[in-house]
């Protein structure tokens, strides 16, 4: 009889228990998808920390309430568009997407999933939104301008170095983004008296070898590099070719200036990826992308290496030296 009744009482405490093993089990964090520019898994870079910096200040922990699936275009040769149409089939719950090509490959491939842009470029021209008020349809976030800061970086550049008279400009000819910057670029260096010279690679395979052959062959005096995928994953043989070439190099991101680059001029990287994840955040709470304002940045950065000034042979005015928000020594 005690048998029973004990045999009775266990039971009982199993089927008490099963329903909370069961919602234990069936607990499910929100998946975000993350198509990075920059970067590879081992070395995210600074963007992506950036992002992480966010979802943290925002209470998520990833692999406690939140789960991220990052892909890297730099990893190999997948290309943006493969990699963001992977996310979209993976039915994640928010896609995060930090390139025009990303943008534009989410845009097309979906309408219910909300898409969070950090955009080098104005998402109203690009077609991206409808206006950075109200963007209607499933896309918002930060637009970083970093198109539109193409002649303030070209103008700060030619104050620093004021015996530039012949630029060349590397970029990735099947990129849009980087085709908009050419023509820009371009504009701003007839109104500042400079010289232009086309250095243009195609795609991942990019023969930067061989564009930088081009730059000895016209004799450039300086290098204007528009970053995209295909040519940021070249960046370390640009910078060495530029400093054993004593060419001062702009750069469109600091971490490129870390890296032996001579200076930059961007919006606030940290600041507009941080934003990223409070978009992310306030999605994940019920927001719907469509009535979210577009933010644009507020903090813009200019880095300098003082190390690679020395190296080539330049020395940066003191009035724009004092104007650095970064110099590297």
């Not at 970067?39 to 992480?52: C, D, M, Y």
């Not at 103008?155 to 910057?181: Q, T, Y």
């Amino acid at each position: 009889m005690l048998r029973k009744i004990l045999v009775c009482q266990l039971t009982t405490a199993l089927l008490s228990v099963a329903p909370f093993v069961g919602a234990q089990q069936q607990t499910r964090f929100p998946r975000i998808g993350y198509v990075s520019g920059t970067g590879v898994s081992k070395s995210p870079g600074p963007q992506v920390e950036a992002f992480r910096q966010g979802l943290r200040d925002v209470g998520y922990v990833e692999g406690k309430n939140i789960q991220v699936e990052y892909r890297y275009s730099l990893d190999g040769r997948d290309s943006m568009s493969d990699l963001t149409t992977e996310l979209v089939r993976l039915k994640v719950d928010v896609l995060v997407v930090p390139t025009t090509l990303a943008i534009r490959a989410a845009k097309n491939a979906t309408k219910i999933i909300p898409i969070v842009m950090v955009s080098p470029t104005d998402p109203v021209a690009a077609g991206f939104v409808a206006s950075l008020a109200r963007p209607g349809g499933n896309i918002t976030g930060v637009a970083r301008l970093t198109r539109e800061l193409s002649r303030k970086r070209l103008e700060l550049f030619k104050e620093a170095v004021p015996r530039i008279s012949r630029a060349g400009v590397l970029w990735d000819r099947n990129a849009p983004g980087p085709a908009l910057a050419f023509k820009e670029y371009e504009a701003v260096a007839r109104g500042l008296k400079l010289k232009f010279q086309s250095l243009d690679v195609q795609g991942p395979d990019s023969d930067v070898d061989g564009a930088l052959q081009v730059a000895t062959k016209e004799r450039v005096n300086a290098l204007i590099v528009v970053r995209s995928a295909g040519v940021d994953r070249h960046s370390k043989r640009i910078v060495d070719f530029a400093i054993k070439n004593r060419l001062p190099s702009v750069w469109e991101g600091s971490e490129f200036v870390e890296a032996g680059g001579l200076m930059s001029y961007t919006a606030y990287e940290g600041e507009s990826f941080r934003r990223a994840a409070t978009y992310v955040d306030k999605i994940l709470k019920g927001a719907k992308p469509a009535e979210l304002p577009i933010e644009q940045p507020t903090k813009f950065e200019m880095a300098i290496n003082l190390k690679t000034a020395k190296q080539i042979g330049v020395t940066i005015p003191p009035h724009v030296l004092l104007r650095a928000d970064k110099v590297i020594k």
